[in-house]
């Protein structure tokens, strides 16, 4: 598992059924934005590739080659992550009345 912040990237043994490519934005692969600076976690190499379930939200990520990409963020230190198929899950907190994700 890797960890960035309030994003967790678990890899996974396939990439589910029935998910769809998830636009790069400025030619980065967003994997999330942040709730209270606008900064966000992204990898800007080509080899990473996200997905997302339109039913569930959930969001996945493809990485292809034989070498790790960068996944950075303006407030944390990058981290390498291998090739691989992971589910992106962001860090939530309870709240009483609801569960919110975590701003990062």
Known sequence: MYRQG?????PIKAMPKNVE???REKGKAVVAHGEATGHVHAVED????LFSDPR???VFM?????APVAL???????INVPPGTYQVLRQREYAPGAVRNVAD
């Open 46 to 49: 080509v080899r990473a590739a």
């Open 62 to 66: 493809l990485v292809a080659g034989d």
């Open 6 to 10: 309030d994003v967790l990237i678990v």
């Open 56 to 58: 569930t939200t959930e």
């Open 21 to 23: 490519a998830v636009q």
């Open 72 to 78: 950075e963020h303006e407030e944390h230190n990058p």
